[in-house]
């Protein structure tokens, strides 16, 4: 299947089966969601309290998180709590996930749906990496390995013996596969195209799940990866007029945004798509094919760990 055709399919997907009222009750586990303060992450934790879990958002901005729990409070009658964490700063994250432990005692879900999507070139993280690339790909990696022993002691508790991972990805990885000498800022990152950089950071996501699955999946944890489809949230900010008059047209409602994840989370079903690839609206879909080799997901993992081991 070509590239256009596979984008095109994602774009305009059929209707939907599953539905945020097919979300089982949640009551007794713990949920953590990365970038909950707006767009598809918010729309994810509104359902999830509605189901009775207990629900984490992380955000970097602190006003705009207490703001997502004072609306979410609004709307579910329930509330959710604030875990402040900067993706593009590999301190602020280990600092989170250490918050974090210090005050939970299991994890049962974590949707990695936090992103960055063609910021101004000129943008880096903290660290000194792309910007996009640092945020979407190695601060959830980094998040996620400190949390691991969390998660794996959890499903040794939990009733059907797994946690779930689910990595926020999009159709754009099919615009660029992995070009490590562009990770970090320098002159063959300069010379990628912003669509380009954000592919691989997209692609990244896939890669990483799939490993994730590779290296824990026989402990009960559960990793996938997904497109939530073409949604209007705050990501659009830095695309260009006309990209974001297109995309009033295109784009879908925020509600179906949170669909596919919510599937891969929470749903009976999601327990047997471990190192899957979903695509709108909560269906098993095909990637592009180096997402799934075992050998580019060791490399990537591998300069993950030493990008991570001296935080």
Known sequence: MGTGWSMIRELFPPATKFTANDVPDLSGKVVLV????????????????????????????????????????????????????????????????????????????????????????????DDGYDLQFGTNVLGHFYFTKLLIPLLLSSAKSSPDGTVRVVNTSSNGHWFSGLKFDTFKDGPARKKMGDWALYGQSKTGNIV??????????????????????????????????????????????????????????????????NGKYLVPWARVGAPRADTQDPQLGKELWTWLEEQVQNV
């Open 34 to 125: 990365t970038g909950a303060n707006a767009g598809i992450g918010k729309e994810t934790a509104r359902v999830l309290l509605t189901k009775n879990a207990k629900v984490w958002i992380a955000a970097r901005d602190q006003s705009k998180g207490e703001a997502a729990l004072k609306e979410l409070k609004e709307r579910t009658g329930k509330d959710a709590y604030l875990l402040k964490m900067n993706l593009a700063n590999l301190k602020s994250v280990k600092a989170a996930a250490d918050e974090f432990l210090s005050k939970e005692t299991r994890l049962d879900v974590l949707f990695n749906n936090a992103g960055v999507m063609i910021p101004p070139k000129d943008l880096v993280t």
């Open 208 to 273: 990483f799940s799939a490993e994730l699955k590779r290296r824990y999946g026989d402990q009960g944890l559960i990793s996938t990866s997904l497109n939530p489809g073409g949604i209007k949230t705050e990501l659009q900010r830095h695309a260009g007029s006309f990209s974001q008059k297109l995309g009033n047209v295109l784009l879908k409602d925020v509600s179906f945004g949170a669909l596919t994840q919510l599937y891969a989370g929470t749903s009976p079903e999601g327990a047997a798509l």
